[in-house]
């Protein structure tokens, strides 16, 4: 197999719609020699423009408070996620508190249902026992020839 050659096409054709202008190709950056002392002046009469602000940026305080700030802001989030960890586990103890005495209520009214139905299935018995019988048919209280007595009124 042959290698492919790579192909170029040069020209000196202005792009689309730029015909009327002559085409340039693009210019390379110029230098330029930088005189350090010049440089140093120009920082000095801005620092003299604008002395407060200058002296306020380059010095150490504001790092340092900067520093402060963070630190600060991140003890504060760590004692507020560690406040929010106690109040959940607070929560978690006294729910769990709350369905265990739910739990024993649940027994206790299964043990009083259960008490409850013994005894009402020994009531015919105890019943019995005193000398009660059963009634025997159904009893009605007739008023029809009711008169009240004298000595109601």
Known sequence: MMAATARTVRSNVAPAGREHEPYAAPSR???KL???DKE???EE????KFGVFSKWVQGRTVP???IILVVAFLLASVLVSLGFRTLMAQNSFEQTQVQSNIVRLNQDIEDDQANLDRLQAS???KAQKMGMVPQQGSVSVDLEGYEPSQGAQ
């Open 29 to 31: 950056p110029k230098l």
């Open 34 to 36: 930088v005189d350090a």
């Open 40 to 42: 140093r002046e120009n």
């Open 45 to 48: 009469s801005l620092s003299s």
């Open 64 to 66: 340092a408070m900067h």
């Open 123 to 125: 009531l015919p018995d």
